[in-house]
């Protein structure tokens, strides 16, 4: 079990609880009106908020305790993943460390409830799938679920059959408001859940991508108030440009754009594909039956592909002139870039300086690429941390779905109720607005399937047409996909085929 060594994550962690129960919010879509092309992102209601003053029973003391006889619990974690804290226990309860005392209780409340032994297992990233593999094969598998990328290990996981299908399995309740509806209806395929997303984890909450903005360069360059612009709907690539365009300055007067000098918005390659994202257009839409087809060559997909990579490849983005790569949030902190595209979990890490930045600071969704988009999304690669089932036999999976779902309602009962009132010192949001702004950017987190699976690689890390982001070249993109596409319809049907046979 990893031992939580750092109090500066407890008050962001503080503030994602705040928003873990709006993740599955209200049909009305945030900043506008409801987009037809998405299924109902409002959870059905399920359980009941904790009230300690009143003495309601909490949805967690609802469900039905049961005697697992002191067996081990055994769930796979990521060690040593560098973009997102991940941790899901802590070895003893520490005086001062509000997000390490909450895991422990809830982590030792779950134990003594259902008389288990919690046992963390650290792997590397990308080396779960060889080993469940091995194990399943060999006819004993040690894990019960996993914490680990979508991509690289449960995507062809699930593939092999390896992997639970939630949506098959009675002890485990998705309507629940511990869970995110909105998330599961992006990741869902074929009308089966193998990527749970729900309160237990702060990791997924924290790979969601942002944009940060210098609230002393707004006041000083006289630009607008940003935050009704996203409650009207109004927040768009226009809007966010035409703030852009004073702010950026060759700082040293070297007559050279690198470091030193201050930019309308700073971001690295996997920010400009979080960027396009927030269009809405991914490469992949589903049908009625959840089965997913390609779009990439249609001409809503085309038409933003290229109008936002000229927007990102403009002279007010840092990154059309230097290769920015981890002076990105330095920078932001240094107060040269009115806008910082970056992961939420920036504002804590010690690379990303955010924490000691000495400006004033907010944060915004990703903006809309125009204002008849219906809502905001915030893009999650495949990189992404999601919990999973392992697909061991009947009895291990039935426990798993105990265990798991009252870790996560015992996440919502014990962690959020008790920790809203330590955010409010704002010790990383400088302002009460940046709370509403979260809860915007949690309830609108973005999948993909041709990220999530692969197919084709035309999206993800190393993907054709980030690439063609990244560098400007938005001219390629019709050549590239008909370069690409029958590979890429040869590999998906050939997976789909796969999880179509499984029961």
Same mark, same amino acid.
């Given at each position: 079990?990893?031992?939580?060594?750092?109090?500066?994550?407890?008050?962001?962690?503080?503030?994602?609880?705040?928003?873990?129960?709006?993740?599955?919010?209200?049909?009305?879509?945030?900043?506008?009106?409801?987009?037809?092309?998405?299924?109902?992102?409002?959870?059905?209601?399920?359980?009941?908020?904790?009230?300690?003053?009143?003495?309601?029973?909490?949805?967690?003391?609802?469900?039905?305790?049961?005697?697992?006889?002191?067996?081990?619990?055994?769930?796979?974690?990521? *060690?040593?993943?560098?973009?997102?804290?991940?941790?899901?226990?802590?070895?003893?309860?520490?005086?001062?460390?509000?997000?390490?005392?909450?895991?422990?209780?809830?982590?030792?409340?779950?134990?003594?409830?259902? *008389?288990?032994?919690?046992?963390?297992?650290?792997?590397?990233?990308?080396? /779960?799938?060889?080993?469940?593999? *091995?194990?399943?094969?060999?006819?004993?598998?040690?894990?019960?679920?996993?914490?680990?990328?979508?991509?690289?290990?449960?995507?062809?996981?699930?593939?092999?059959?390896?992997?639970?299908?939630?949506?098959?399995?009675?002890?485990?309740?998705?309507?629940?408001?511990?869970?995110?509806?909105?998330?599961?209806?992006?990741?869902?395929?074929?009308?089966?859940?193998?990527?749970?997303?729900?309160?237990?984890?702060?990791?997924?909450?924290?790979?969601?991508?942002?944009?940060?903005?210098?609230?002393?360069?707004?006041?000083?360059?006289?630009?607008?108030?940003?935050?009704?612009?996203?409650?009207?709907?109004?927040?768009?690539?226009?809007?966010?440009?035409?703030?852009?365009?004073?702010?950026?300055?060759?700082?040293?007067?070297?007559?050279?754009?690198?470091? *030193?000098?201050?930019?309308?918005?700073?971001?690295?390659?996997?920010?400009?594909?979080?960027?396009?994202?927030?269009?809405?257009?991914?490469?992949?839409?589903?049908?009625?039956?959840?089965?997913?087809?390609?779009?990439?060559?249609?001409?809503?997909?085309?038409?933003?592909?290229?109008?936002?990579?000229?927007?990102?490849?403009?002279?007010?983005?840092?990154?059309?002139?230097?290769? /920015?790569?981890?002076?990105?949030?330095?920078?932001?902190?240094?107060?040269?870039?009115?806008?910082?595209?970056?992961?939420?979990?920036?504002?804590?890490?010690?690379?990303?300086?955010?924490?000691?930045?000495?400006?004033?600071?907010?944060?915004?969704?990703?903006?809309?690429?125009?204002?008849?988009?219906?809502?905001?999304?915030?893009?999650?690669?495949?990189?992404?941390?999601?919990?999973?089932?392992?697909?061991?036999?009947?009895?291990?999976?039935?426990?798993?779905?105990?265990?798991?779902?009252?870790?996560?309602?015992?996440?919502?009962?014990?962690?959020?109720?008790?920790?809203?009132?330590?955010?409010?010192?704002?010790?990383?949001?400088?302002?009460?607005?940046?709370?509403?702004?979260?809860?915007?950017?949690?309830?609108?987190?973005?999948?993909?399937?041709?990220?999530?699976?692969?197919?084709?690689?035309?999206?993800?890390?190393?993907?054709?047409?980030?690439?063609?982001?990244?560098?400007?070249?938005?001219?390629?993109?019709?050549?590239?996909?008909?370069?690409?596409?029958?590979?890429?319809?040869?590999?998906?049907?050939?997976?789909?085929?796969?999880?179509?046979?499984?029961?």
């Amino acid at each position: 079990m990893r031992k939580i060594k750092k109090t500066i994550a407890v008050f962001l962690a503080a503030i994602f609880v705040l928003a873990f129960a709006a993740c599955g919010g209200d049909e009305k879509k945030a900043g506008g009106s409801v987009d037809e092309n998405d299924k109902a992102s409002g959870a059905p209601e399920g359980g009941e908020a904790d009230d300690a003053e009143t003495g309601t029973r909490s949805g967690y003391d609802l469900l039905p305790a049961e005697d697992y006889g002191g067996t081990d619990f055994v769930i796979t974690n990521l *060690n040593n993943y560098e973009w997102c804290d991940v941790t899901l226990d802590v070895e003893a309860a520490e005086a001062g460390d509000l997000l390490g005392d909450a895991i422990y209780r809830r982590n030792r409340a779950v134990e003594e409830k259902y *008389n288990v032994n919690l046992k963390i297992i650290p792997i590397g990233y990308g080396e /779960l799938i060889a080993k469940v593999r *091995n194990q399943i094969n060999a006819g004993d598998c040690e894990y019960d679920i996993a914490q680990a990328p979508m991509l690289l290990d449960i995507a062809p996981l699930s593939v092999d059959g390896y992997i639970a299908d939630a949506n098959q399995l009675k002890s485990i309740d998705l309507s629940n408001p511990w869970w995110d509806d909105f998330a599961h209806s992006c990741s869902s395929i074929m009308g089966k859940q193998f990527f749970l997303f729900g309160d237990f984890t702060i990791a997924d909450k924290e790979y969601a991508n942002v944009i940060y903005f210098n609230r002393q360069l707004q006041q000083e360059f006289g630009l607008p108030d940003f935050y009704p612009m996203v409650r009207e709907g109004t927040w768009t690539m226009d809007s966010m440009l035409a703030s852009m365009k004073d702010i950026t300055k060759d700082l040293d007067s070297d007559g050279k754009w690198t470091k *030193n000098d201050r930019y309308g918005l700073l971001l690295n390659m996997h920010s400009k594909q979080a960027m396009f994202y927030g269009a809405g257009e991914t490469a992949m839409k589903k049908k009625p039956d959840d089965v997913p087809y390609f779009v990439v060559g249609e001409e809503p997909y085309i038409n933003a592909f290229t109008k936002i990579a000229e927007f990102l490849n403009c002279e007010h983005v840092a990154d059309a002139q230097f290769k /920015l790569g981890s002076h990105q949030d330095v920078m932001f902190a240094e107060g040269k870039g009115l806008f910082d595209a970056s992961l939420l979990s920036a504002i804590r890490a010690p690379q990303g300086a955010q924490q000691g930045m000495e400006y004033d600071f907010g944060v915004l969704p990703t903006p809309k690429l125009d204002g008849k988009q219906g809502r905001y999304y915030s893009f999650m690669d495949g990189s992404t941390p999601c919990i999973a089932i392992i697909n061991n036999d009947p009895e291990r999976v039935e426990r798993a779905c105990v265990i798991l779902e009252a870790l996560n309602a015992k996440s919502s009962d014990e962690v959020q109720p008790k920790y809203k009132k330590y955010a409010l010192p704002l010790k990383y949001f400088r302002d009460e607005e940046s709370f509403e702004m979260l809860d915007i950017i949690l309830e609108s987190r973005l999948f993909d399937m041709a990220v999530i699976y692969g197919w084709g690689n035309f999206e993800g890390n190393s993907g054709l047409l980030r690439n063609l982001m990244a560098n400007n070249k938005a001219d390629q993109l019709v050549s590239t996909i008909e370069k690409n596409m029958d590979k890429a319809m040869e590999a998906m049907e050939k997976d789909l085929d796969r999880l179509m046979a499984l029961n």
